[in-house]
């Protein structure tokens, strides 16, 4: 089994200080049912690859207790478990890069706190139920999943592919955060598990899964394989991250929202922003809206007012930022026929959601933004051709208007979480793209006050079907 990590950080052999090994040495470590080795075949200025190969010893597993889980004696003897990525790949990281694991870097430490672009690959690997899996497990966390499927036996096409995968990876992470969600996904997708699962298991996955897990919309998929499909650790389980502190996702978002809300609250954008998108929905006729990433609920609040939207929804992947919306719209005290209006649905804009048709109208206010830019061709398959709403509004900041807020740097953007700031050109170019390839048509406006040469600060599109 091989998984190999490559980065073109510049320098890329910083790879080596963040995995806390050199580059130039060969290293490997005895473990319980084999022997793991990391090694780089390649390290430059430009381009750096850890590979680590995992080595399985079957008669181990025949005579230790790492193979007790097979049952049987054909069982013991008739298995894929020294050749495909398992939680034995997840013991391996544990042991042999337990430091870079647990976020640390001694030479490094700045560089071990910051994403870099990362790419995985790691074959084989076992997907027990259907390649799909990897990009419902790896896809909400900001990864680009490629998957390569392998011939059950080449010499017999009409068998078809195997459930072996080679799986390629890409995205810009923390080297921990990387090798946690393999820690965590890896023995999800095999479906198994080599040792006894037990309570030691539910506290490592709610350490393991702290800032992700919580609201991965496959989240109890999650955690019912990786405890086994035991009942009684994964109802603990899935307390134990409900009951996690409420407060701290809304805390961490307005940390993050201020150095936006500061540039911007002095020419109202977001009350501008909020005002024009309702008029334009109402202009447009339409009589529900979805509001796609809705978080706290802001635009929300402004449709409620109108009493032409009798029917108003939210979509937000994260369930807690949902919880702040419902305390903010104060949902618990609306008179019926208000309540009646609205729903908040916990779900992605990046997948198929039956929910998401039959609305006159969505929206995505200030969201495409904070998208990696490899999946708004999810983006889009999603909200317009799976979706197909007659009309869809969509927001998000001017580059160029930047130039004029005050002690602002050239190339910062306006929120730490932006993957990327389209000019009025780049974003035409993107919308009309978009129109063409499914059959909508679309208008521009701008938003706020219009600079003669920077434009207005937020750009908006409107597309009608």
């Given at each position: 089994m091989l998984l190999t990590i490559t980065t073109t950080h510049r320098p890329a052999t910083d790879l080596g200080y963040l995995l806390h090994k050199n580059p130039g040495?060969?290293?490997?470590?005895?473990?319980?049912?084999?022997?793991?080795?990391?090694?780089?075949?390649?390290?430059?200025?430009?381009?750096?690859?850890?590979?680590?190969?995992?080595?399985v010893d079957p008669v181990r597993l025949v005579r230790g207790r790492e193979g007790a889980w097979q049952g049987g004696a054909f069982g013991q003897y008739v298995n894929d478990r020294p050749y495909v990525a398992s939680s034995f790949l997840s013991a391996a990281i544990s042991k042999l890069l337990g430091t870079a694991l647990a976020g640390r870097s001694k030479e490094r430490p700045e560089l071990?706190?910051?994403?870099?672009?990362?790419?995985?690959?790691?074959?084989?690997l076992a997907c027990r139920d259907?390649?799909?899996?990897?990009?419902?497990?790896?896809?909400?966390?900001?990864?680009e999943v490629e998957v390569e499927t392998h011939p059950l036996d080449p010499a017999f096409p009409d068998w078809g592919d195997s459930q072996y995968v080679t799986a390629t990876l890409r995205a810009s992470q923390r080297i921990t955060d990387l090798l946690t969600h393999l820690f965590v996904l890896v023995p999800v997708l095999d479906n198994q598990k080599h040792y006894y699962v037990g309570n030691d298991e539910v506290e490592k996955l709610l350490a393991k899964g702290t800032g992700w897990l919580d609201d991965h919309p496959d989240k109890d998929l999650i955690v019912r394989r990786y405890l086994r499909h035991q009942r009684g650790l994964t109802r603990a389980a899935l307390e134990g991250l409900a009951s996690r502190e409420e407060p701290q996702t809304g805390e961490v978002q307005e940390v993050l929202d201020a150095p936006e809300e500061e540039l911007e609250k002095p020419i109202r954008l977001n009350e501008l922003r909020m005002e024009t998108v309702t008029r334009t929905l109402l202009d447009a006729g339409a009589t529900s809206v979805l509001d796609l990433g809705c978080g706290q609920g802001r635009l929300l609040r402004n449709l409620l007012k109108e009493k032409q939207f009798?029917?108003?929804?939210?979509?937000?992947?994260?369930?807690?930022?949902?919880?702040?919306?419902?305390?903010?719209?104060?949902?618990?005290?609306?008179?019926?026929?208000?309540?009646?209006?609205?729903?908040?649905?916990?779900?992605?804009m990046l997948y198929r959601d039956q929910r998401m048709k039959n609305f006159d109208a969505l929206a995505a206010v200030e969201v495409i933004e904070h998208l990696e830019p490899e999946r708004l061709p999810a983006f889009e398959r999603v909200v317009f051709a799976e979706a197909q709403s007659p009309t869809v509004v969509i927001t998000t900041?001017?580059?160029?208007?930047?130039?004029?807020?005050?002690?602002?740097?050239?190339?910062?953007?306006?929120?730490?979480?932006?993957?990327?700031?389209?000019?009025?050109?780049?974003?035409?170019?993107?919308?009309?793209?978009?129109?063409?390839?499914?059959?909508?048509?679309?208008?521009?406006d701008g938003i706020g006050q219009l600079h003669e040469e920077h434009g207005a600060p937020t750009q908006m599109a409107v597309f009608s079907r």
């Open positions: 040495s060969l290293h490997a470590r005895e473990l319980a049912f084999g022997k793991a080795h990391l090694f780089y075949p390649e390290a430059s200025v430009e381009r750096c690859t850890a590979a680590l190969l995992l080595d071990a706190k910051i994403a870099i672009p990362l790419q995985v690959c790691i074959t084989p259907g390649s799909d899996l990897l990009e419902r497990l790896f896809g909400p966390l900001g990864y009798t029917r108003i929804a939210g979509l937000d992947v994260a369930p807690k930022v949902l919880q702040q919306a419902e305390r903010r719209l104060r949902l618990e005290r609306m008179p019926d026929r208000q309540r009646a209006r609205i729903e908040l649905l916990q779900g992605s900041p001017n580059r160029e208007y930047n130039a004029t807020f005050e002690d602002m740097e050239p190339e910062r953007l306006r929120h730490p979480d932006h993957r990327f700031e389209w000019t009025r050109a780049e974003f035409e170019s993107w919308a009309k793209g978009v129109a063409e390839r499914n059959d909508y048509q679309v208008e521009f």
